[in-house]
């Protein structure tokens, strides 16, 4: 929803497309090998194992991104700004509750997410602003591959990790409720 929005992207996303202007490809194959560069990324800074399992999360991501940019590209094509603004706000929302949820799963983590784990944990840094960082870092790579930039990015690069630190909480509750049901039953 926030690329369609025409109004700048998420950082990430900006600097997927960025790189699909730049090189070819789709945006979701570079999902992908970013992906597997940040996994080998977080255990370097982890000082762990790669975790290869979270290239799943990077197949099913860049897999669902190009299918996502296929059927909205002809269906959703906002034009005001108001519509814009709407694409853009739902794209942060939705983000950050499926960046919520994929962490309380701790199932296979998107690369992204865990590097913002690692962050948060090395320097004790809250959700919010180890986004924030990294944000700051794919923005200045997105603008050397010419991705989408714009105030869009901007709020994204802000608001997605205070929707991560907002949801985060919230979706460990509803899952503890859901796991004690589950136990009553």
Avoid at 57 to 66: P, R
Avoid at 69 to 91: A, D, H, K, N
Avoid at 120 to 127: C, I, P, S
Wanted: glycine residues 10%.
């Amino acid at each position: 929803m926030s690329i369609r929005s025409n109004l700048g992207t998420a950082p990430f996303d900006a600097l997927l497309v960025g790189m699909y202007r730049s090189f070819g490809l789709t945006i979701g194959s570079w999902e992908i090998i970013l992906g597997l560069f940040l996994v080998l990324c977080n255990a370097v800074a982890g000082r762990r194992r790669p975790e290869f399992l979270a290239l799943l999360t990077s197949l099913i991501t860049g897999a669902g991104i190009d299918l996502w940019m296929y059927l909205l590209t002809e269906w959703l094509q906002p034009e005001t700004i108001f519509s814009r603004i709407i694409c853009l706000v739902i794209g942060i929302v939705f983000g950050g509750l499926g960046i919520a949820v994929n962490l309380q799963a701790d199932f296979a983590p998107n690369p992204l997410d865990r590097s913002m784990q690692i962050i948060t944990r090395l320097t004790g840094l809250n959700f919010a602003i180890s986004r924030a960082l990294i944000s700051i870092v794919l923005v200045f790579f997105a603008f050397i591959f010419g991705g989408p930039i714009g105030v869009g990015t901007i709020l994204s690069a802000f608001f997605s990790g205070v929707m991560i630190n907002l949801f985060v909480p919230l979706v460990a509750k509803l899952d503890r409720k859901h796991t004690q049901e589950g136990v009553s039953s």
